[in-house]
């Protein structure tokens, strides 16, 4: 399937609307949980991709930035081959570079503009948007910058098959590697110059379960990159809610139908993840 026809394609207006080239690519978006987005010309990528591969260097000051807990910081991840400099927004300015720290703002302006027209789609009253997404509509919630390559001296996989918990995530996916399930069977997602890769969410998937039409959590995994390869390198940006906040499931009639609290669904999913491996 996704061999044959590829990922369906998508834009961003000036006016920051999603929008896609048919009706029918964007029903296998919805469909798939993810796309392909043409990257604007006022993305300043090469700068971050530049940023990115500057972190290789172990001398390099980003590496020893502290930690904040357990998602922040320079981490290597375990049973992974990948290792990232992860930082949540409300740290962006005070660690990052200005023009990284732009770049990342640049970002938050795509993540609006895709959840906003999930919720379009939903049917889900505008009025809604902000309290169902724990603020991310507008503006607020929680965002995570992150780059990323892949320690080849460790034979895991790249990235250990997973659905991401939040809303949205960005991926540069400048290098072969990644693939998504569909239908049972985990395929490649080719490199398409210019563009980055849309996932959805399980906090999506959540929000929107009772509405007109709601959206699945892609599951998707990296494969082991080899020491005879280049270095992958990757800028992974999550668009989440608050994550000490709430999450809300609306009807088209406003009507709600479910909440929980981000850090119990999270839990959940972290749970369920670790009782599947």
Not at 71 to 84: P, R, W
Not at 136 to 150: I, S
Not at 178 to 204: M, S, T
Not at 264 to 272: K, P, Q, V
Request: charged share 20%; hydrophobic share 40%; with cysteine.
């Amino acid at each position: 399937m996704l061999q044959g026809e590829g990922l369906p394609v998508a834009s961003v207006t000036e006016a920051q609307r999603l929008v896609f080239s048919t009706s029918e690519d964007l029903d296998r978006a919805w469909a798939l949980g993810v796309f392909y987005l043409k990257i604007s010309e006022g993305l300043h990528l090469e700068g971050a991709r530049e940023f990115g591969r500057g972190l290789l260097d172990v001398d390099s000051p980003y590496r020893r930035i502290p930690k904040y807990g357990d998602l922040e910081g320079f981490i290597a991840l375990e049973n992974n081959q990948q290792t990232k400099l992860a930082l949540c927004r409300h740290h962006w300015v005070q660690h990052y570079p200005a023009d990284i720290a732009q770049f990342g703002r640049e970002l938050d302006l795509l993540g609006i503009a895709v959840i906003r027209e999930v919720f379009r789609q939903s049917g889900i009253p505008e009025a809604m948007w902000s309290r169902a997404s724990g603020g991310y509509a507008a503006g607020e919630g929680t965002a995570f910058l992150n780059f990323v390559h892949y320690d080849t001296r460790n034979p895991d996989l790249g990235l250990r098959p997973h659905t991401d918990y939040g809303f949205v995530t960005i991926l540069d996916a400048s290098a072969p590697g990644l693939q998504i399930d569909v239908d049972g069977k985990f395929v490649d997602v080719p490199v398409l110059p210019g563009h980055l890769v849309i996932n959805f969410g399980e906090a999506l998937h959540f929000v929107t379960a009772h509405s007109e039409r709601s959206v699945g959590a892609v599951v998707h995994r990296v494969l082991s990159q080899k020491y005879s390869d280049p270095v992958r390198h990757g800028i992974v940006y999550f668009a989440n809610p608050d994550l000490e906040g709430m999450l809300w499931q609306f009807d088209a009639k406003g009507e709600v139908k479910g909440s929980s609290s981000v850090q119990d669904l999270f839990t959940l999913l972290e749970t369920n993840l670790t009782e599947d491996r």
